[in-house]
T-cell receptor, first 113, second 111 residues
Framework: DAMVIQNPRYQVTQFGKPVTLSCSQT?????MYWYQQKSSQAPKLLFH???????NEADTPDNFQSRRPNTSFCFLDIRSPGLGDAAMYLC????????????FGPGTRLTVL | EDQVTQSPEALRLQEGESSSLNCSYT??????LFWYRQDPGKGPEFLFT???AGEEKEKERLKATLTKKESFLHITAPKPEDSATYLC????????????FGKGTKLSVKP
């Protein structure tokens, strides 16, 4: 089945130690998104790629970076995680930008010690 | 400012007790409204997309409706497996795909 896959499902890191989260998709969608969701809160968009074009939300901290080496894969890099970065990180894809359905992966739960 | 508000925050139902969840929105030109289901520790699962006032969509026990100011998710004769958090999200005109999410309604259905 076509899907959005995230690895790992659970990630533990230490304060200040860089961490990379991975997302892959078999939907062949042009757009990939990264959301941050803290406990009992709504998902918050960090950035998205439309093909190779990167769009960063204005309030996304510089500590968060992303890479998309090809259509199928997208990575979220957190350069120096703080305690406040502990959250569920969700990857989503859509065929195009605009009013198109976004399909989410299962998420990666990040713990910062 | 674009905003999405969901109510109630939590809803407890007995199995078979029908009810509705509300999503009210204020956006500058609605391009689409989306309903998702999210189980604990998992990513949101897509349910429905609505594009214009008057539109309705159904899937099993769920029915979503849309007006110019709000959307309802009607749950008919719910079962315990319908227990989850239901998220509403909108995409505003002029946005580049940014979904604005509500905080969700946590539904518990007791047998």
């Amino acid at each position: 089945d076509a899907m959005v896959i995230q690895n790992p499902r659970y990630q533990v890191t230490q304060f200040g130690k860089p961490v990379t989260l991975s997302c892959s998709q078999t939907l062949n969608h042009n757009v990939m998104y990264w959301y941050q969701q803290k406990s009992s809160q709504a998902p918050k968009l960090l950035f998205h790629y439309y093909d190779k074009d990167f769009n960063n939300e204005a309030d996304t901290p510089d500590n968060f970076q992303s890479r998309r080496p090809n259509t199928s894969f997208c990575f979220l890099d957190i350069r120096s995680p703080g305690l406040g970065d502990a959250a569920m990180y969700l990857c989503a894809t859509s065929r195009v930008l605009g009013a198109d359905t976004q399909y989410f992966g299962p998420g990666t739960r990040l713990t910062v010690l | 400012e674009d905003q999405v508000t969901q109510s109630p925050e939590a809803l407890r139902l007995q199995e078979g007790e029908s009810s509705s969840l509300n999503c009210s929105y204020t956006v500058s030109g609605l391009r689409g409204l989306f309903w998702y289901r999210q189980d604990p520790g998992k990513g949101p699962e897509f349910l429905f997309t609505l594009y214009s006032a008057g539109e309705e969509k159904e899937k099993e026990r769920l029915k979503a409706t849309l007006t110019k100011k709000e959307s309802f998710l009607h749950i008919t004769a719910p079962k315990p497996e319908d227990s989850a958090t239901y998220l509403c999200a909108v995409q505003a005109g002029g946005s580049q795909g940014n979904l604005i999410f509500g905080k969700g309604t946590k539904l518990s259905v007791k047998p």
